[in-house]
């Protein structure tokens, strides 16, 4: 139970919750702390952010703190790779302390965020994260919570893992360079550079850059020889257009044991394609790898790098939010 008292009457009492100081566009934070016992000083600097009153607290059995409601639904949604600290005006941030791809169970989040009174506010399934990075804040709504709501949390949360971080792979990868143009010299490669630091930033590495023309039997013997030299990916970069000349796409249905897609409701990066060879992951880059930071090979290499084996229709799903 909550006693509203005035804060001319309230000396020598502790606050039962944090108050929050706002100057717009410069400050936003505590101006006092839960567990402050109040002066006769401290009335002024009240009264100016607009506190004529305080609660104190008197807690039924049936009755969580706003901060214990946050910490036990913390401990609860936390899990390996996760950290978290203190509330903060009665909320808790779940961090992530490594670099790792995010997994939600966005039905078990929608049941917890449908029990009244409870707010777990997460980002999106399948980000990257990198240490530090804020996995989700979550509170209760008012000052007191019933304490059945927070165990309905746990509930939730000892079924399922609403939130899992998992880590990447390092990975010994093979780039297979398609075109003529690029064997006899005519130009430069641009491929290689790039997908390079791609799964560098991810603690993967190229281990070969073969060369090959545009013959399907040559892109799909060099795909081959990656497999046999125990290469855990390869990417196939060029040669993936609609031209006579571009016939990448053939030499990895070849090669393949399993095509996912060949083409994807992404943009940029509507032409990748993505199969497997006895589970080895096989790319098809389009040339928008190049030029574009962010495309449908960014979308999911991570979740390749994290050991998962991509469906046809998880990529179906992507054209929502795929115009990127």
């Known amino acids: 139970m ?8 309230a000396i020598g009492m502790r606050l039962a919750h944090d108050l929050t100081r706002i100057v717009p566009g410069v400050f936003k934070g505590r101006a006092f702390t839960k567990g402050h016992i109040l002066r006769e000083e401290d009335i002024p600097e009240l009264l100016k952010i607009g506190k004529e009153h305080i609660y104190v ?39 992530s302390a490594i670099q790792g791809l995010l997994k939600v169970d966005i039905e078990c989040l929608t049941r917890i965020n449908s029990i009244d009174e409870i707010a777990v506010v997460s980002r999106k399934n399948n980000t990257v994260l990198e240490p530090g990075d804020k996995i989700c ?16 949390v746990e509930k939730i949360a000892r079924e399922m893992n609403v939130f899992t971080v998992k880590p990447f792979r390092a990975l010994r ?34 281990i070969e850059q073969k060369i090959v023309g545009d013959a399907v039997d040559d892109i799909r013997a060099a795909i081959e020889a990656f497999h046999a030299e125990g290469a855990d990916m390869v990417l196939c970069t060029g040669g993936m257009s609609v031209d006579p000349d ?14 996912v897609s060949y083409g994807m409701p992404v943009l940029p990066g509507s032409m990748m394609m993505l199969a497997y060879r006895e589970g080895m992951p096989i790319f098809g880059l389009p040339g928008c790898v190049i030029f574009d930071e962010f495309t449908s090979f960014d979308m999911l290499l991570p979740r390749v790098l994290a050991g998962e084996t991509v469906t046809r229709q998880e990529i179906a799903e992507l054209g929502h939010g795929g115009l990127l």
Not at 66 to 80: C, K, N, P, T
């Open 2 to 9: 909550k006693k509203e008292v005035r804060v001319e009457d």
């Open 57 to 95: 607290l008197e807690l039924g059995a049936d009755e969580l703190h706003e901060d214990d409601a946050a910490l036990r639904m913390a401990a609860v949604l936390g899990g390996e790779h996760m950290t978290f600290e203190d509330p903060h005006e009665g909320k808790v941030v779940l961090k």
């Open 137 to 152: 804040g979550l509170r209760a709504i008012p000052l007191t919570v019933g304490a059945e709501k927070v165990e309905a």
């Open 173 to 206: 990868v093979g780039v297979v360079t398609t075109g003529s143009e690029v064997l006899k010299g005519r130009i430069q490669d641009k491929f290689g550079p790039v997908v390079r630091a791609k799964l560098e930033k991810f603690g993967s590495r190229v």
């Open 246 to 259: 571009d016939r990448t796409p053939g030499a990895i249905k070849a090669a393949a044991t399993h095509v």
